[in-house]
């Protein structure tokens, strides 16, 4: 057999809504040309984001009836604590209410003015707490994984040499955590491997450096190292997601990816003085320490998509459905960041519009034609999300890549919505030369992405 078909079926569906092009374009000038102000509802097909986006199933929905909603001690909140504790083995779980809350209790805690936190690639938001702690946020990724040609199985590696380089310029005293980011999201949604994994954690140990995981997809992760990592294809996902989490000392985590849920996060670390204090800081800014901004239900549904999400005939789909339409894109030649990623396949921008340049943001001007021809939300991750201006010198300075990212939510599209995503995508490619490119008309201060407007360059 060769097709991986949906490892379920559809009990509960919702209707998405067509819209012409001349709507469309008249939609995106109110948006601001900015895909994050367009109403949902004139989307057809939407791949803005994987995040808190998936169709959660029959048995997390009875958890949501069978939430215990008391403010202290429900009994949901220790079967989520008892299903994480399983999992990952850390010892002190503190749920959030999303990935950026556990971000930023870390950093509040770790992080502050002259202080350094290296990672493969930090995510927006997690780069954000980092900076707004008043810490610098480091990019260590081996070279293979800022190119969006070249092929390596783990392109989300850190590159050891560099890592070591950074401890003994920067010192360790300066570095309050280590990180590693599973899959890298920011570099295409690439696995890092096992291997790399327990390099960076002797590294750290080396210099007594705590060693944190930014865990949201840590089942696409070990779904990799099982089909690509010699000594790993006879071990369970569940298993080799237990020896990721056993390497370090704990973990961020946004369970609105790989928990399968549409809200929710938690932190979880072994450390009991810094668990004390983050619980300190949960009981301010999120809640107590037995729900810390989630209802019993949400951690119902956490704990139940926890244990579905490492079943791997879900996993060999959701990895297969991807580079499907990897495949197809690149039959057509469309240039696309390789090999295909965990969650989301990318665009590359600075080929399919290369008389673009990097400040009239050719990831910005793909992300407007997906929506203007065909009703498709994409993301921009390139000189529009990670780009900046010198301040002293007024100089642009590009991202390392212009990448699109066509996320895909989990368990939401069929075959079909992917087939049309293809063939919108090839007939797009063939008229490139159309594509325009675009000014920012105003930016905030961080996370510019979010609210950013621009106007096209005629
Ligand atoms: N870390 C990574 C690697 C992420 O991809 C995200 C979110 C977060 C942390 C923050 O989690 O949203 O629950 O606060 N990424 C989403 C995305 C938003 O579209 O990739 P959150």
Redesign the pocket.
Known sequence: MKTIIEPFKIKTVEPIRFTTIEEREDILEKSGYNPFMIHAEDVLIDLL???GTSAMSAKQWAGIMDGDESYAGARSFYRFESVVKDLTGYAHIIPTH????A?KILFTLLGGTGKYIPNNTH?D??RANIEYSGAEAIDLVIEEGKDPETLHPFKGNMDIGKLEQFIRERGAENIPVGMM?VTN?AGGGQPVSMANLREVRDVLKKHNIPFIL?A?RFAENAYFIKLREAGYSDKSVKEIAQEMFSLADGC?M?A??DALVNMG?YLAINDPELAQAARNILIVTEGFPTYGGLSGRDLEAIAQGLLEVVDEHYLKYRLRSIEYLGEKLTDAGVPILQPPGGHAIYINAKKFTPHVPAEQFPGQSVVCELYRFGGIRA?EIGSVMFGKTDKKSGEFIPAAMELVRL?IPRRVYTQSHVDYVVELIIEMYKNRNSLKGYRLLYEAPMLRHFTARFEPIV
Not at 98 to 101: D, F, I, K, L
């Open positions: 984001t994987d995040s999303q990935g950026r809350a971000e995510f938001t997690t980011t999201n930014d949201c961020t946004s609105k990816k996060g993301v996320a």
